[in-house]
């Protein structure tokens, strides 16, 4: 079966460094796709970026890269150059044909950016 | 383009009440998964539908049900309510379940139901 772990329950970064939450993942699939999501207070997921497993390249967006690490299996998420504005809670997912495609999802950190 | 739409916000109920969640998915997206957010269990996945068609099932009783319409939203049910079904019920949209592991998912501001 298919797992998603997430060692930090909690970070505090001060504003404009870089961060890293961590993520480990485990499953039999070689075909699978990772996931990072942002929930705000306000409730709502915020799709972040994706890295397939036949990735060579480590997904970049903005400010958000995902440190691809597939012999590890893991797929850490990278926030350079932090604001304020990027305290919420942070998980990362993934699915694949042993979750039936499902989103199997992390515990979460919760990321507080100090000024 | 709009987003993915839920409706309502909030909503309290009282046990043994049913409650009906509403999804709008984005234009074009056929699949709608449904998940529900405690702080004891995390995010634990309901159900997916695909052209209106109960794709996937989670480890979730009978009392929790959905449908799809043709215009691909989608609502969820839930007939007598107890106490431990307040949750954060979150609704996401993507042009493919099955077969898209490589589909992201976009989510919307979710439904806070509690249970009183």
């Known amino acids: 079966a298919q797992k998603i772990t997430q060692t930090q329950p909690g970070m505090f970064v001060q504003e404009k460094e870089a961060v890293t939450l961590d993520c480990t993942y485990d499953?039999?699939?070689?075909?699978?796709?990772l996931f990072w999501y942002k929930q705000p207070s306000s409730g709502e997921m915020i799709f972040l970026i994706y890295q397939g497993s036949y990735d060579q390249q480590n997904a970049t967006e903005g400010r958000y890269s995902l440190n691809f690490q597939k012999a590890r299996k893991s797929a850490n998420l990278v926030i350079s150059a932090s604001q304020l504005g990027d305290s919420a809670m942070y998980f990362c997912?993934?699915?694949?044909?042993?979750?039936?495609?499902?989103?199997?999802w992390g515990a979460g950190t919760k990321l507080i950016i100090k000024p | 383009k709009a987003g993915v739409t839920q409706t309502p916000r909030y909503l309290i109920k009282t046990r043994g009440q049913q409650v009906t969640l509403s999804c709008s998915p984005i234009?074009?997206?056929?699949?709608v998964s449904w998940y529900q957010q405690t702080p004891g269990q995390g995010l634990q996945f309901l159900f997916e539908y695909f052209s209106e068609t109960q794709r996937n099932k989670g480890n979730f009783p009978g009392r929790f049900s959905g449908r799809q319409f043709s215009n691909s939203r989608s609502e969820m049910n839930v007939s007598t309510l107890e106490l431990g079904d307040s949750a954060l019920y979150l609704c996401?949209?993507?042009?493919?379940?099955?077969?898209?592991?490589?589909?992201?998912?976009?989510f919307g501001q979710g439904t806070r139901l509690t249970v009183v």
């Open positions: 997912a993934m699915r694949g044909p042993d979750s039936n495609y499902q989103l199997i």
């Open positions: 499953t039999s699939d070689p075909s699978y796709g």
């Open positions: 996401a949209s993507s042009t493919s379940g099955t077969g898209g592991a490589y589909t992201e998912a976009f």
């Open positions: 234009s074009g997206h056929r699949s």
